[in-house]
């Protein structure tokens, strides 16, 4: 089951972050761009989230946040394009969970009027095959990640 996100979810999204972005913890580039970024002050205009829920269990997160220039995400590509960021506990994952909150997210996306979504996965994640089933192409490479956009104009 996929339910929106509450206020109280905040400290399990902050949990999530450290799947959604391990490979960034030991980056030198992480002291510039503190990861708490993508849930710091949440619940401001343009933040969503959605969470998993098995056996009564949260297991798995999905969100997206706007950026501004001057204060950017990993993925970051302009300023009315949310950055999206999502996780599935290690003991869950290979059961759909990703799939289902990766669209449940672009849905609501669409249904908020966001043009594009964009994200930033490491290169060598077998996760980008995923992205791209959902129409989702790099933009940018470098440094070992890819910031990767869709657009959502042909879903509505």
């Not at 300023?79 to 999206?84: F, Y």
């Not at 960021?85 to 290690?90: C, E, L, Q, R």
């Not at 759909?96 to 994200?119: C, K, M, P, R, Y």
């Amino acid at each position: 089951m996929i339910r929106r996100a509450g206020p109280q979810d905040v400290p399990f999204l902050r949990d999530m972050l450290r799947h959604a972005f391990y490979w960034r913890m030991n980056d030198p580039a992480s002291d510039e761009l503190p990861i708490s970024r993508y849930v710091q002050g949440w619940g401001r205009q343009g933040d969503r989230a959605l969470v998993a829920i098995d056996d009564f269990q949260r297991v798995g997160a999905a969100w997206y946040r706007l950026f501004r220039r001057d204060r950017p995400g990993y993925g970051f590509v302009d300023g009315s394009t949310p950055e999206l960021a999502i996780a599935v506990v290690p003991s869950r994952r290979g059961r759909g969970f990703g799939h289902e909150l990766l669209q449940a997210l672009i849905d609501q996306a669409v249904a908020d009027g966001f043009a594009a979504l964009s994200l930033s996965v490491d290169s060598g994640n077998p996760s980008i095959k995923l992205y791209e089933r959902y129409g989702f192409v790099t933009v940018h490479e470098g440094g070992g990640a890819r910031t990767m956009r869709v657009e959502l104009a042909q879903r509505s």
